[in-house]
């Protein structure tokens, strides 16, 4: 499968725990994202990296939230001290982006379903 | 299964009838725009997409139409199948005219539903 692919899929934790989601890209794509989705809701996007560059974060990232792309690859999203209201759906998308194009088709991963008890 | 979008506008239709899904965009400036498909458990899926500069596009059984006056799109889906059903999204691109890099702005969802 060359698509993109997140790990775990499913994370239930209790309330105050660390939680560390992970996206690998489409090979060979420059740009990742990340959204959350909450049930009844379409995604909402949360922060956008350009090779390892974190170029947008969303005012929806508060500050126990952290994102990563060290290698300008796999990307890690953690939540540190988690709260019931983190519960949703945590996707990650990539894109293949030129120089001129800023506009590009993003492809969507499984998605982290994230449970806070 | 997980349902997605559980108080959605509902979309019903009979098998091999034609479907149009509707949605309002936001933006005046926004010049890319996708529709995608959502089942139950699973991301989003890319089905088609249009630029700004052109009014419809065509795929395989799918059509996009874009009216950039009333700031609308819509999907049609031609002889709808069962595998058809699941949550549609419009998602505009805030990239490129609209100064933002690249994120996308979903509207609600319409689910739709085809009945044998």
């Known amino acids: 499968d060359t698509g993109v692919s997140q790990n775990p899929r499913h994370k239930i934790t209790k309330r105050g725990q660390n939680v560390t989601f992970r996206c690998d890209p489409i090979?060979?794509?420059?740009?990742l994202y990340w959204y959350r989705q909450t049930l009844g809701q379409g995604p909402e996007f949360l922060t956008y990296f350009q090779n390892e560059a974190q170029l947008e974060k969303s005012r929806l990232l508060s500050d126990r939230f952290s994102a990563e792309r060290p290698k300008g690859s796999f990307s890690t999203l953690e939540i540190q001290r988690t709260e019931q209201g983190d519960s949703a759906m945590y996707l990650c998308?990539?894109?293949?982006?030129?120089?001129?194009?800023?506009?590009?088709?993003?492809?969507f991963g499984p998605g982290t379903r994230l449970t806070v008890l | 299964g997980e349902s997605v979008g559980l108080h959605l506008p509902t979309l019903s239709v009979q098998e091999g009838d034609n479907s149009i899904i509707n949605c309002a965009y936001s933006n005046s400036a926004s010049d890319y725009f996708i529709w995608y498909k959502q089942e139950s458990g699973k991301g989003p899926q890319f089905i088609i997409d249009i630029r700004s500069n052109m009014d419809k596009r065509q795929g395989q059984r799918v059509t996009v139409l874009l009216n950039k006056t009333v700031k609308h799109l819509s999907l049609q889906i031609a002889a709808t199948q069962p595998g058809d059903s699941a949550v549609y999204f419009c998602a505009e691109n805030m990239g490129g005219r609209a100064g933002g890099y690249n994120k996308l702005i979903f509207g609600a969802g319409t689910r739709l539903a085809v009945h044998p």
């Open positions: 998308a990539s894109s293949l982006g030129g120089r001129v194009t800023l506009t590009d088709t993003q492809y």
């Open positions: 090979s060979e794509h420059n740009r």
